[in-house]
């Protein structure tokens, strides 16, 4: 029973040890998916709170709609993440603003899973290799930073799309 309850402790523990160690070893890249982890929370939050029925709102006519910014942030996290991972981009159909918004939260989810085990593959070590992207060559850090800007950006313009219809975003609610 000792021997046990030592293994679930160790169980608990490693990954939080682990976790700190490569902080430790690669603090850039701990930064990065920090920073990505953050905000693929707050965008799958927002994904889901807005109602159904407004995944059709658009501020404005020159604005995508709700639920166009939502499938297009999921085709984006997933060409882009590929650029700078080793990963190949996920295959499967372009989700469309016409679609539900159980496909297309979980199109989000999907992309942000994706983009995470990308990031998780990240060291420092690697962040000044040259890469693809949009067929000029950038530093796997500079496609990183257009991942992590993109995220925040959509999400700073989602938030407003919550708060336009008497919605709290999720990064401003009480916890």
């Known amino acids: 029973m000792k021997r046990l309850f030592c293994l679930a402790l160790v ?11 490569d902080a430790t070893a690669n603090p850039l890249s701990a930064t990065l998916r920090r920073v990505f ?5 707050n965008l799958i939050a927002t994904a889901e709170e807005m109602p159904v029925e407004k995944y059709k709102f658009s501020p404005t006519p020159e604005q ?7 499938a297009h942030v999921a085709e984006v996290n997933n060409m882009a993440c590929s650029q700078f991972s080793d990963a190949p981009a996920p295959s499967g159909a372009k989700l469309t603003e016409t679609d539900s918004k159980e496909k297309l939260v979980e199109g989000l989810k999907a992309s942000m899973d994706y983009c995470a085990n990308a990031y ?4 420092d070590s690697k962040l ?7 067929g000029r060559k950038a530093t796997r ?6 991942v992590s800007n993109d995220l925040i ?7 407003v799309y919550l708060r336009l219809n008497g919605m709290l975003p999720p990064s401003a609610q009480k916890k």
């Not at 169980?11 to 160690?21: E, G, R, T, V």
């Not at 995508?64 to 939502?70: E, T, V």
């Not at 000044?128 to 949009?134: D, L, N, R």
């Open 128 to 134: 000044s290799e040259m890469v693809t992207f949009f």
């Open 37 to 41: 982890d953050r905000e693929a929370k």
């Open 153 to 159: 950006d959509h999400y700073s313009a989602l938030a």
């Open 120 to 123: 998780s593959s990240l060291i």
């Open 11 to 21: 169980c608990m523990f490693a990954p939080i040890a682990a976790m700190a160690q």
């Open 141 to 146: 850090l500079a496609v990183v930073l257009e």
């Open 64 to 70: 995508m709609s709700f639920g166009k910014s939502i």
